[in-house]
Nanobody
C-alpha cells in the first residue's frame, strides 16, 4: 500500500510559478506510475500529468503542456509538478496519484491510490 501526501499549494498571481510535491510512503515507490490530477470548483477531476516508473516518459494534458513539468526521484520517494505561467483557470485542488498500471491507464483515471490534495489558487 502507498500513502501519498501533497504539499506546496497556495495563492499565486497569474503568470507566476509554483511547485507541488508529493511524498510517498512504502518501499515500492519505483513500482508505480505517478501522476497529478486536479479538480476545479464545480468540475470533475481531470488528468494533468503522469510519469513512468523510471521517469523516462511523461504525458501531459493539452491544457498544461509546455507550462507544467512532472518529475520524480525514486531515491527520495517523491514526485513533483513544476507549474509555470500559471493561469486563473489552473485554480483547483491538485491530487497526487499512484498506479500500478501504465501512463495510458492513469490518463483514463484508473488509479490505485490518491493523496488528499492541495489547493492552488491563481489570482488574475
Amino acid at each position: 500500500q502507498v500513502q501519498l501526501v501533497e504539499s506546496g499549494g497556495g495563492l499565486v498571481q497569474a503568470g507566476g510559478s509554483l511547485r507541488l510535491s508529493c511524498a510517498a510512503s512504502g518501499r515500492t515507490f519505483s513500482s508505480y506510475t505517478m501522476g497529478w490530477f486536479r479538480q476545479a470548483p464545480g468540475k470533475e477531476r481531470e488528468f494533468v500529468a503522469a510519469i513512468t516508473r523510471s521517469g523516462g516518459i511523461t504525458n501531459y494534458a493539452d491544457s498544461v503542456k509546455g507550462r507544467f513539468t512532472i518529475s520524480r526521484d525514486n531515491a527520495k520517494n517523491t514526485v513533483t509538478l513544476q507549474m509555470n505561467s500559471l493561469k486563473p483557470e489552473d485554480t483547483a485542488v491538485y491530487y497526487c496519484a499512484a498506479d500500478l498500471g501504465t501512463i495510458a491507464t492513469m490518463t483514463l483515471g484508473d488509479i490505485n491510490y490518491w493523496g488528499k490534495g492541495t489547493l492552488l489558487t491563481v489570482s488574475s
